[in-house]
């Protein structure tokens, strides 16, 4: 795992450039607040019912209600205000956020140490709890929102189900087909969404302003103060309001910190506040309507309506979050956490906008299988909320990380911040853990299964590269050995390596089998830094090793993709263009035997095995073109 940091940190030439959009600021705040805040924004069709009617329910009286208000407000205040907008968003990797850029950050800034194992595994296991929740959004957002037909007519009932797995089926079944047309009409959508939930919040809030009174933090202690127990449960429901608050950090290349921050300051953070103020004055004259209160805001003439808005919203927030499992997993793919996937672009003009036929098939397997099994979203609440606080947990322990070795902060200040974070996330999280025999045992499982095969692809590569390393010739002494003894044919061989020592075994192979050289040889590595994108210059590095030998680097961010016959147009100093038509691609494709020999457990060795065999072709994952490939193959023992 050390070994993966190390190959993310840039050289010490590499010119990284941020991905800071260039757009107005009032366009990109409009996106963030139909892509960022998608998730965040549905939060107010389930949080308080849950608070109320879920696995720990509570009396609906006043107390009750400003209790649970009041945590929300400085639930919302203190994680997403605090936490994510005026101090994790500082942490960008070069415009770029999200646990594998924050990791990639760290590591690059604080080189090899003791602790770069231990922070590469939070990592890492952050990646793999956003799986879980990337599964459990969709199920959970968009079941809430068809449930409101039954407030509108209880005998609508037998068809929320079919409808929710219908609209579900179509949302993964768009995906390859890009998201750009849909994507324009995200921001204007959620603009109506947000002012309808201030619109139905106000209308509520005037028949009891004293609802405002929620902000006094002194409400909560009372709460607290009154039933610990109780009240420590409810937070497992209230943390559901802050569902969504990691994309605000992983969307931030996307639309940029500013414009963020904006949008939520200005028009997200109060729409959502008034919307359950007016959930909370509902509640005080109608105790009844927490079996729905989103919905029953609503005049009874709007509720059809409003069901087919908070549909939509729903929908963009699954997209947001379906959008985001692509990109941690092309960022998991070029960092070396897994192996090469099948990764298509559905854009010609945004390179973010990407689509993976593996992920989205498995993402709707078991949003599917989650609706069926849960079928409802109270019961579907119980499996939310445990991937969320783990993920915002990981992050405070990151965080403190940054401000105490990175940021270097002073310590009174770094160690208070972190000690908050971690103490309000770790409630929440511990609150959270009560719900695992109910169902929050799903997105741990799925977070295991992500995490087996993230770190086994991670050391299985550095096994891998290790023994190649150990049965490795010199390439000083293969050309001295080699020269004036083998035939030379015209062109240009290109042989693949992962590694900038020695020899690679496609080229021995190609001795071993053909006896002949071409006249320019060229050992090609492709490195991925830990930054996401690059620029122009610096992006090769050519080294002459005489006889018609060279070792080339070609450099790219780890949100780009990467084009080999494009890349090497641009090299310079090499005896000539290298152009396509006189190149030829080798290739070095081993088979894998799992041994006795330490490293890994055999049935993770087998795993290994298994991912490299079914691991996206090199040709296509390069764009090499497969006329000009020539693939050798040999055993290798790990």
Not at 38 to 65: M, N, Q, R
Not at 575 to 588: E, M
Request: net charge neutral; aromatic share 10%; glycine share 8%.
């Amino acid at each position: 795992m050390n070994e993966e940091i190390d190959r993310a940190m840039p050289a010490a030439d590499a010119q990284p450039h941020g991905g800071t959009p260039q757009q107005g600021l009032a366009p990109l705040a409009l996106g963030a607040l139909g892509v960022v805040f998608g998730d965040i924004g549905t939060s107010p069709l389930y949080a308080l019912k849950e608070s109320f009617v879920g696995h720990h329910p509570l009396a609906v009286d006043p107390l009750h209600i400003y209790g649970v208000l009041s945590l929300i407000f400085w639930t919302m205040t203190l994680i997403v205000t605090v936490k994510y907008v005026f101090i994790v968003m500082r942490a960008d990797n070069h415009g770029e956020g999200g646990s594998m850029a924050l990791l990639a950050l760290i590591g690059r800034r604080l080189g090899p140490s003791r602790w770069t194992p231990w922070i590469a595994m939070l990592g890492v296991l952050a990646t793999a709890l956003f799986y879980g929740d990337a599964i459990i959004t969709p199920a959970i957002s968009v079941l809430s929102a068809v449930e409101g037909l039954t407030v509108v007519q209880a005998s609508l009932t037998p068809l929320v189900l079919p409808i929710a797995i219908a609209i579900l089926v179509g949302l993964f079944l768009i995906q390859r087909h890009g998201t750009a047309r849909v994507g324009a009409l995200f921001g204007p959508v959620m603009v109506v969404y947000f002012l309808v939930l201030a619109a139905l919040g106000i209308f509520n809030i005037v028949r009891h302003p004293d609802i405002i009174a929620i902000v006094n933090p002194l409400w909560a202690v009372r709460f607290f103060a009154f039933d610990p127990g109780l009240a420590f449960l409810a937070l497992g429901s209230v943390v559901l309001a802050v569902t969504g608050a990691e994309a605000l950090y992983a969307d931030m290349g996307h639309f940029g910190r500013k414009a963020i921050s904006i949008a939520w300051l200005y028009a997200a953070f109060p729409c959502l506040l008034l919307n359950y103020l007016g959930q909370g004055a509902l509640l005080l004259d109608e105790p009844a309507a927490a079996a729905n209160p989103f919905f029953l805001m609503a005049p009874e003439w709007a509720r059809l309506p409003l069901v087919i808005l908070a549909t939509m919203a729903t929908i963009i927030a699954s997209q947001a979050v379906i959008s985001g499992a692509f990109s941690v997993t092309q960022q998991a793919v070029q960092l070396g956490f897994l192996p090469r996937l099948r990764i298509l672009h559905t854009s010609a003009s945004a390179a973010g906008q990407i689509y993976v036929p593996l992920v989205n098939v498995a993402l709707l397997i078991f949003v599917i299988l989650l609706v069926l099994s849960f079928g409802s979203s109270t019961d579907l609440a119980a499996a939310y909320g445990i991937a969320v606080t783990g993920t915002m947990l990981i992050t405070a322990c990151m965080v403190g990380v940054l401000t105490f070795s990175v940021w270097r902060w002073h310590p009174l200040v770094a160690g208070g911040v972190t000690l908050a974070f971690l103490i309000v996330d770790g409630a929440y999280f511990a609150s959270n853990a009560t719900k695992i025999p109910d169902g929050g045992w799903f997105p741990l499982l799925v977070a295991a299964i992500a995490f087996v095969g993230l770190t086994t692809w991670a050391t299985g590569r550095r096994i891998m590269r290790e023994r190649l390393r150990d049965g490795a010739m010199e390439l000083d002494l293969f050309i001295r050995s080699t020269s004036g003894s083998l035939k030379r044919v015209p062109g240009t061989a290109i042989f693949l390596s992962s590694s900038t020592d020695g020899v690679p075994p496609a080229l021995l192979h190609n001795v071993k089998h053909n006896r002949i050289l071409h006249e320019r040889n060229i050992i090609l590595t492709v490195r991925t830094q830990g930054v996401p994108h690059l620029r122009e210059e610096g992006r090769t590095e050519l080294t002459p090793q005489g006889e018609g030998f060279y070792r080339l680097v070609l450099n790219h961010g780890f949100m780009e993709e990467v084009d080999i016959p494009a890349a090497l147009k641009s090299v310079q100093d090499c005896s000539g263009p290298i152009t396509v038509k006189d190149s030829s691609y080798f290739l070095s494709r081993q088979t894998l035997i799992p041994s006795s020999r330490p490293g890994m457990a055999i049935w993770r060795e087998k795993l290994f095995a298994w991912m490299i065999r079914n691991a996206e072709s090199p040709m296509e994952f390069f764009k090499l073109p497969v006329n000009r490939v020539v693939e050798l193959g040999s055993q290798l023992e790990i």
